[in-house]
Nanobody, 124 residues
Framework: QVQLVESGGGLVQAGGSLRLSCAASGRTFSSAAMGWFRQAPGKEREFVAYISWSGAVTDYATSVKGRFTISRDNAKNTVYLQMNSLKPEDTAVYYC?????????????????WGQGTQVTVSS
């Protein structure tokens, strides 16, 4: 069992930065693949970023590549999403998720545990 709690969201101007954190409880965190998703009003939840259990493999949605960086600290049971050069279209609720297997990391159905989400609002 893994419980996830996101933090770090807020209101920022376009071009600004935020760092989201996802604190996990449970002994299986270090072996779990982790992902970040987001959902804007009226839209489906979409993949943002992925990191393997070891941190050796990462992947990003095309829309955030070069601006966002995912990382993890297994000693602290925490995964991060550093978001730079934010745009108004990045406005959404951001969710972290954990998966026992990373084989379907692009899809929300590939994850077993979800946090409650944190709101990110980017003003123009």
């Amino acid at each position: 069992q893994v419980q996830l709690v996101e933090s770090g969201g807020g209101l920022v101007q376009a071009g600004g930065s935020l760092r989201l954190s996802c604190a996990a409880s449970g002994r299986t965190f270090s072996s779990a693949a982790m992902g970040w998703f987001r959902q804007a009003p009226g839209k489906e939840r979409e993949f943002v970023a992925y990191i393997s259990w070891s941190g050796a493999v990462t992947d990003y949605a095309t829309s955030v590549k070069g601006r966002f960086t995912i990382s993890r600290d297994n000693a602290k049971n925490t995964v991060y999403l550093q978001m730079n050069s934010l745009k108004p279209e990045d406005t959404a609720v951001y969710y972290c998720a954990a998966a026992r297997s990373g084989s379907k990391y692009l899809r929300s159905q590939g994850y077993d545990y979800w946090g409650q989400g944190t709101q990110v609002t980017v003003s123009s």
